[in-house]
């Protein structure tokens, strides 16, 4: 079932979410409604918090759909390494029609559970790299303007503000 994608400054995008303890039918049903709410947005990742379930979920899929075989989902997932420096523009479906170039690691390793709980160790370069680290940010409770400085983050929160007063957020 697709889900409202929640947007910045709703409290569930600024909270750390929770680990997974057991994978029960009902965190099966949120990894199918994630990947259909992500699919159809249309996004390239989306994390648990982001349809308002505080759960150490995402799914990450380059392709938007369109080989089965690039479907990603990572439950609990850590770092293992993470390596080097990219600095790419960046957006987030909770924070519509904003983008900002967001220095990242160029690559990383994760683990974590596929749906299946089997654990899983993913190697992201890329954008595979940003995507996995822009999901886990999610997971901490962080977006990316969290990640900007000064004027750069400035200029959109307060741009945010002004259309959450005018009841176009
Ligand atoms: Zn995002």
């Known amino acids: 079932m697709l889900q409202p994608i929640l947007k910045y400054g709703e409290r569930m995008l600024h909270q750390p979410a929770t680990t997974v303890d057991v994978i029960t039918p009902e965190v099966l049903a949120l990894i199918t409604d994630m990947v259909e ?18 759960l150490r979920i995402f799914v990450v899929d380059l392709s938007l759909g369109r080989d089965p075989a690039g479907l990603i989902t990572m439950i609990n997932p850590v770092f293992v390494e993470r390596e080097g420096m990219q600095l790419e523009d960046e957006g987030c479906l909770s924070l519509p029609n904003f983008n900002a170039t967001v220095a990242r690691p160029a690559r990383v390793v994760l683990k974590g559970l596929n ?3 089997v654990e899983q160790q993913i190697e992201g370069t890329g954008l595979h ?12 409770g962080r977006v990316f303007v969290d990640r900007l400085r000064g004027i750069k983050r400035e200029l959109i929160v307060r741009k945010i503000r002004k259309l959450a007063k ?3 957020w």
């Open 166 to 168: 005018s009841g176009r």
């Open 115 to 117: 749906r299946d709980g």
């Open 37 to 54: 709410t992500m699919y159809a947005a249309p996004g390239i990742g989306l994390a648990a918090p982001q349809i308002g379930v505080p």
């Open 129 to 140: 790299a940003r995507a996995f680290q822009h999901e886990i940010d999610h997971l901490d």
